[in-house]
């Protein structure tokens, strides 16, 4: 087969064709490849994106839980100390207490020693009287040695 | 070695070459542009395939993508004029030279027949043989009349391969033919006619390349499946 006229008529029926094609036919296909190529990418950064905010949720949950620990040493450290304080205050009480109930049971003490000695005292004023009445066995007066006797209690 | 051989060779050895290109390069991120194209046309292959296809047979969606691909490139040889590929084979003392694979016979039907020796080993595997048997001897219409089920098996699986080679040769052959008539007009008129039928043609392609690959997938579904 040779080259003729025909050949001609039928590559402008197919540059017409490839016109059609370029027109009608291939925007369509090259529109949806795109289409089909941007919702993956979307897709791919949508992914990538929530990745990134997941890790930025782990980060912040990390830290909330940091600064909780730290919260609760802190208020661990708190009550401690204040438990601490709590004990030397009544251990401070307590000793304060210890003191004034043995300071009370000392003067309780020193004023039974008194009445005992006033008790003695008087004992021995009467015994005193007693003695010196049957030493001297004659009537004494009473009212005039009284004096002498209390300057001598008072000196016991 | 014929033309139509050449050709079909050639457009299969294009579209291996452009897929397993597509393959080899390709990515999990936003896909390139060529890639892009093979996965769409691999998404709608798959999509046809799952469809009408319910067994289980790793085989299938590739045979049917390259049937479908490869079934195009066949016909898209029909868009090009028909004078062109000869005139050029005629410089170099080639004087018979048929570029469309699918208007020669031997390409449609050593296609289908493919198929229909698949269909074969296929119904053969998964039946196994003795259950292949009977089906063959006593479906449609029971043990009792044997010879007429046998007979129309014979008849069914014949008509297989022999619609699906004819049906896309007939199409592609009688558009071939109506090209070359065209081309018998006076140059400066062919484009009244051609271009109208080259347009209605690209309808033509796609669609015989279509139904060659649902039918693929239709029969070897049948295969899998109990009648």
């Not at chain 1, 540059?15 to 979307?42: N, S």
């Not at chain 2, 090009?80 to 390409?107: E, K």
């Not at chain 2, 015989?208 to 899998?224: D, E």
């Amino acid at each position: 087969m040779n080259f003729n006229a025909t050949l001609i008529g039928q590559m402008i029926t197919f540059g017409l064709l490839v016109l059609f094609t370029m027109k009608y036919v291939w925007p369509p296909i090259i529109q949806a490849m795109q289409d089909r190529q941007k919702r993956i990418a979307d897709g791919l950064a949508s992914a990538e994106r929530g990745v990134h905010e997941q890790e930025l949720a782990q980060a912040k949950a990390a830290q909330m839980l940091k600064e909780a620990k730290q919260q609760a040493a802190d208020i661990v450290a708190q009550a401690n100390k204040r438990a601490n304080e709590i004990i030397e205050q009544s251990k401070l009480d307590a000793r304060v207490e210890g003191s004034r109930q043995l300071a009370a049971a000392q003067a309780e003490i020193e004023q039974e020693v008194n009445r005992a000695r006033e008790q003695l005292r008087g004992q021995v004023v009467n015994l005193a009287v007693a003695g010196a009445g049957k030493i001297l066995k004659r009537e004494v007066d009473e009212a005039a040695n009284a004096a002498m006797l209390d300057d001598l209690v008072a000196q016991l | 070695m014929s033309t139509p051989c050449f050709f079909s060779i050639s457009l299969g050895a294009l579209f291996l070459w452009l897929f397993m290109k597509a393959a080899k390069s390709a990515t999990s991120g936003v896909p390139g542009p060529l890639q892009n194209f093979c996965e769409i046309m691999v998404d709608f292959v798959d999509t046809q395939v799952k469809d009408s296809f319910h067994g289980r047979n790793p085989v299938i969606a590739p045979l049917a993508l390259t049937i479908f691909v490869w079934v195009f490139l066949w016909n898209a040889m029909d868009l090009v004029p028909v004078d062109l590929l000869p005139s050029i084979a005629g410089l170099f003392g080639i004087h018979y030279l048929r570029s469309v694979p699918s208007t020669d016979l031997n390409s449609t039907f050593g296609m289908s027949i493919s198929v229909l020796l698949l269909v074969y080993y296929y119904s053969i595997k998964v039946k196994g043989p003795v259950h292949f048997a009977m089906e063959v001897l006593t479906h449609p219409f029971g043990k009792w009349l044997m010879p007429f089920n046998l007979l129309l098996r014979i008849v069914e699986d014949l008509a297989k391969p022999i619609s699906l080679g004819l049906r896309l040769f007939g199409n592609l052959y009688a558009g071939e033919l109506i090209f070359i008539l065209i081309a018998l007009l006076p140059w400066w008129i062919q484009f009244t006619l051609g271009w109208p039928w080259a347009v209605f043609h690209i309808l033509v392609i796609t669609l015989q390349a279509f139904i060659f690959m649902v039918l693929t997938i239709v029969y070897l579904s049948m295969a899998h499946e109990d009648h």
